[in-house]
């Protein structure tokens, strides 16, 4: 876990002072929206719900996701 976080505040850094933008694929959720702005949940290669991540519910994410 710890190496995660670390991973995440290299790119996030790296990020901020080049002014670069990322594609972070992850499977935790809770990770992912603490580092990014927006969101896309994918399910058989296709976008059903995006997003900025401080409006995200982790409810909706799931549901679709797995289709419920």
Request: glycine share 6%; hydrophobic share 40%.
């Amino acid at each position: 876990r710890d190496r995660v976080k670390e991973i995440y505040r290299i790119l996030l850094q790296a990020s901020r002072e080049e002014g670069l933008a990322l594609l972070v694929v992850e499977q935790s959720v809770v990770q992912a929206l603490e580092v990014s702005q927006r969101y896309y949940v994918l399910r058989e290669g296709e976008i059903v719900l995006e997003g900025r991540s401080r409006e995200a519910s982790r409810e909706q994410i799931l549901q679709a996701y797995f289709g419920v």
